[in-house]
């Protein structure tokens, strides 16, 4: 490739980072009310507080009602699953980890994310053998997709606590995707529909947008 094509797409990443931040960002200090007192350390690691994270989703924060909520597993199955939050709470193991989140906008944070393993959310769905990446649906009308792979090599949680608290509506609510070694946008919020699917080329909203579809946090986020 030669220097001036190098140049231009520079040029191109550089426009998208600033009309990101532009558009989406918003003040770092927010005050969000939470459910308990959030942790500032964990297993002797400082913690990122749930207020260092900018506003970037593309409706905004949204509302949902525990009442009619429900999580559902779809696409290539034996049996379509659907839990409400009580259920997928009270029924799957928890698990806790540290991860940092990095967001394309330069900013990142270190958070405790406690949650389930997406592969016991899909195991009683019993998926089937051609089934090769999961699309993860929000609220939103978000869509982002990862190989089963990853999701199964890196014990991929999809969180409903940060730093020992409930998610926020701010922050996801009821379910976040914890997408560790993936740039922020993976990390799809407001989750309601986990679908497995034979489409290893599907395209997510930022990804039909030049996005990288792997999104490796050692590589450059835009294809």
Not at 86 to 115: A, H, M
Not at 165 to 180: C, K, Y
Not at 196 to 222: H, Q, V
Request: proline share 3%; charged share 25%; aromatic share 12%.
């Amino acid at each position: 490739m030669g220097y001036n094509k190098i140049n231009q797409k520079m040029i191109i990443i550089s426009i998208i980072i600033v009309i990101i931040t532009l558009s989406f960002s918003g003040c770092l200090d927010q005050s969000i009310e939470l459910d308990g007192v959030e942790i500032e350390q964990y297993q002797g690691k400082d913690l990122s507080s749930i207020n260092d994270f900018r506003e970037n989703s593309i409706k905004g924060p949204q509302e949902i009602s525990l009442e009619d909520y429900r999580l559902k597993i779809t696409g290539l199955v034996e049996e379509e699953q659907e839990y409400t939050y009580d259920e997928i709470i009270q029924r799957f193991q928890p698990y806790k980890k540290v991860i940092r989140l990095n967001c394309v906008e330069g900013w990142s944070v270190d958070i405790l994310w406690e949650g389930l393993l997406i592969t016991d959310l899909i195991q009683p769905a019993v998926p089937l053998e051609d089934a090769e990446i999961i699309i993860f649906h929000a609220q939103d009308g978000y869509t982002t997709s990862l190989d089963i792979e990853y999701i199964v090599d890196n014990n991929i949680i999809l969180a409903y606590k940060m730093n020992n608290v409930t998610l926020p509506e701010e922050r996801g609510f009821p379910f976040q995707l914890a997408a560790e070694s993936k740039w922020g946008y993976k990390w799809i919020k407001w989750v309601t529909e986990i679908e497995l699917s034979d489409e290893i080329f599907y395209k997510g909203y930022w990804e039909k947008r030049g996005f990288s579809n792997t999104a490796n946090i050692n590589e450059s986020f835009f294809d």
